[in-house]
């Protein structure tokens, strides 16, 4: 007897999957011919524009993505002078790289310029040749991807604002501590990042000789990825080990420098399982139960 074929995932629960890994706003998705420095050739993908960045999947059916690309600092896209049959075909001109792309026809290359001029330049483009009810859809985008900046220019801001708020989410008040720190091993914090994406990206940790700290990062560059730093209590103030070592007076402040240093891409994870949830009176409690769902995952 032949073993049965794994079943397909439905298009929702794709879409869910890949909302989880990006944890960007999908904008617009097709077919692309891509074709980066370091390609031989050009490349067939499945592709989303989510927020600033471009996502290039196997196919439609793809969950994990294959590459991406950061398009939030395009300095111009260019069509090219050779004509093809029924497609399109324009370089994005970036700091570090020009990337060339083909669609499978004229129309949806003018989608595919309209929606990533509209992202980078934060305006609906002019320049391109789109039907009434698309421009509509670029207008939609614009307001979308503008909330979105904004949210994420706020992100610095909030989280300093965390070090005058009441101490009702602190461990106690003799130790006040961030809302990301927990209890947890090098292991269990890589865990808890991977399986809840959509919670943050940052977490504050006891180092493993239990006098210092550690941060834990999930970070996206071409494929998700994660990090570990070390935070040394010297004193009264604490120094990040980087390449060159900052050293600033609280952990409020090392969890605001990566932060900022990140332009808000690295969040502090701040999980809760139910409404009640962050609001018992310690985070200990909290992360008792982060640590015990994560467990019986």
Request: overall charge positive.
């Amino acid at each position: 007897m032949m073993a049965k074929k794994p079943p397909k995932p439905a298009p929702r629960k794709i879409f869910q999957e890949r909302l989880k890994i990006t944890a960007l706003p999908l904008y617009f998705e097709g077919f692309l011919l891509v074709k980066r420095p370091e390609y031989q050739e050009f490349k067939h993908y499945w592709t989303e524009l989510r927020g600033t960045t471009l996502f290039f999947y196997t196919d439609k059916k793809s969950t994990t993505y294959l590459d991406r690309l950061d398009i939030i600092d395009l300095t111009r896209l260019t069509d090219q002078n050779k004509t093809e049959m029924n497609c399109a075909r324009f370089t994005l001109v970036l700091p570090k790289e020009e990337v060339q792309l083909k669609t499978e026809n004229a129309e949806s290359g003018e989608e595919w310029k309209g929606f990533i001029l509209t992202v980078t330049e934060l305006s609906v483009p002019q320049r391109v040749s789109l039907l009434p009810g698309q421009v509509i859809r670029l207008h939609e985008v614009l307001e979308r991807e503008k909330k979105r900046r904004i949210e994420t220019e706020r992100l610095p801001n909030l989280y300093a604002e965390k070090e005058k708020e009441t101490f009702e989410d602190y461990v106690d008040v003799l130790n006040p501590m961030p809302a990301c720190f927990y209890t947890v091993s090098r292991k269990e914090a890589t865990e808890m990042l991977e399986k809840n994406p959509l919670s943050g990206n940052m977490i504050l940790r006891p180092g493993s000789d239990s006098r210092n700290y550690s941060i834990t990062i999930r970070q996206e560059t071409n494929m998700p990825r994660i990090k570990h730093y070390k935070v040394m209590s010297i004193g009264s103030n604490y120094t990040i080990e980087l390449e060159k070592p900052v050293t600033l007076p609280n952990l409020f402040s090392v969890i605001d420098y990566f932060v900022k240093e990140t332009r808000g891409h690295l969040r502090p994870f701040i999980y809760s399982a139910d409404e009640n949830f962050g609001q018992e009176s310690k985070t200990e409690g909290r992360r008792e139960r982060l640590v015990k769902n994560l467990h019986s995952a």
